[in-house]
């Protein structure tokens, strides 16, 4: 038996990562451009008149289910595992392939609808579901992958969800809106399918004995979600304006066209940095791999605040992107570590994964007002970066104030 175990991780080890994270590159194949880009679109063709109005009360309508639903979702997850009874539903596999079918559905609901409440009820439908999938489908990593590739996993997390979110964004920009949403109905679907190549997870999952606060109490978790928030907050507020810093300050022409083009910048540094960093994560303390991941993200920031000089952008956004790929990586790994206990990891991570981003329904507002207090525009906007810079390195210090992984509080 003892042999078996070994072999089954070495396999793991050298493929098993693909297999588990491959789902991510069609899930944010989805949510890169659904909300930014093709909804807009959309609503733009179903009423003309009060486009704005529309895409506000939408998206704040989504904002709200996505916060509330998923936590949900995870502790239904949970408590179907505990079960531990051969019924297929108790499988989170499963599980994620039912959400996923309800998520396609709705996509191909919005691509035929002509009214604004229908198109909105699928709207609100196929993002719920998709971040659901998502809370339900994220826990086969702490139940199949062997707790010292937990970072390695999360490398591979990484660089497949800013895969998906470049292809998703190339696809929503280019195609006709209601094309790009039959297109992320297709992406779903070959998603749902990859899910036959996943492991199911060990029998020992559903018959482990819950210790909860007896193996460590949630102070870590708390710990990581602050600092994930941080993070966020200073992300919202670099991605709400620096379109209008284009515009604005450096006086573009095509904004928009800029603003994509410093995006993929960051992005393909950070799925260079993602995977490698991940692997490093397992062999050092992971606490220290996310504060040095930060500082890269924070010293761009500044960069942007300081000298915002369009020569020196792109080195920027570089830079950017190789420690947004330690940090939204092997941070979801050091929160995998501050799980107290394994049967509602589901609802724990659902629960964190909502909390720590709420700063994006309070940064754009508070950097609207950091931009409109600037003696000049250009003033507004060097303080607003410097802002976001402050937030990575208050996001990166508050890492370090959780306990090493697998320590036991006295």
Request: net charge neutral; hydrophobic share 55%.
């Amino acid at each position: 038996m003892k042999v078996a175990a070994m072999a089954d991780t070495e396999q793991f080890a050298r493929g098993g990562h693909v297999a588990i994270n491959a789902l991510w590159v069609g899930v944010h194949f989805q949510d890169a451009a659904l909300m930014s880009i093709i909804v807009p679109a959309v609503l733009l063709q179903l009423t003309p008149a009060d486009h704005t109005y529309a895409l506000a009360l939408l998206s704040t309508l989504v904002a709200i289910a996505t916060a509330i639903v998923p936590p949900f979702a995870g502790a239904l997850s949970d408590r179907l595992r505990r079960r531990g009874s051969d019924r297929p539903i108790d499988d989170r596999r499963v599980q994620t392939a039912i959400v996923l079918a309800i998520d396609a559905l709705a996509l191909l609901v919005m691509a035929y609808v002509s009214t604004v409440f229908a198109f909105g009820t699928a709207t609100i439908v196929a993002t719920v579901a998709l971040m659901s999938g998502s809370v339900v489908y994220q826990v086969l990593v702490p139940e199949i992958v062997p707790r010292r590739f937990w970072g390695t996993a999360a490398g591979y997390r990484g660089a497949m969800t800013l895969i998906g979110t470049i292809i998703g964004l190339l696809l929503g920009a280019l195609l006709p809106a209601r094309e790009a949403l039959l297109a992320s109905a297709g992406g779903v679907v070959v998603s749902a399918l990859l899910l036959l190549f996943v492991p199911a997870s060990p029998p020992f999952v559903t018959t482990a004995r819950r210790e909860g606060a007896h193996i460590r109490d949630r102070r870590d978790l708390v710990v990581t979600l602050i600092a994930r928030a941080w993070i966020v907050m200073g992300m919202t507020l670099l991605n709400t304006y620096v379109l209008y810093f284009f515009h604005d300050v450096l006086g573009v022409r095509n904004a928009s066209l800029n603003t994509g083009l410093v995006a993929g910048a960051a992005m393909f540094g950070a799925v260079a940095s993602s995977v490698a960093v991940g692997i490093i994560s397992d062999k050092i303390d992971r606490r220290l791999v996310v504060f040095l991941s930060g500082l890269p993200m924070t010293v761009a920031a500044l960069g942007f605040a300081l000298a915002p000089d369009l020569r020196v952008i792109f080195v920027y956004a570089a830079l950017f992107g190789l420690g947004y790929g330690g940090v939204f990586s092997v941070g979801w790994a050091l929160a995998l570590d501050s799980i107290p206990e394994l049967g509602d990891v589901a609802r724990d991570l659902g629960i964190w994964g909502t909390l720590s981003n709420l700063p994006m329904l309070i940064a754009p507002g508070i950097g609207a007002a950091i931009i409109a207090a600037g003696a000049t525009v250009s003033d507004g906007y060097r303080w607003l970066f410097a802002c976001a810079g402050a937030c990575f390195l208050l996001g990166s210090l508050t890492v370090l104030a959780a306990r090493k992984p697998n320590a036991v509080p006295e």
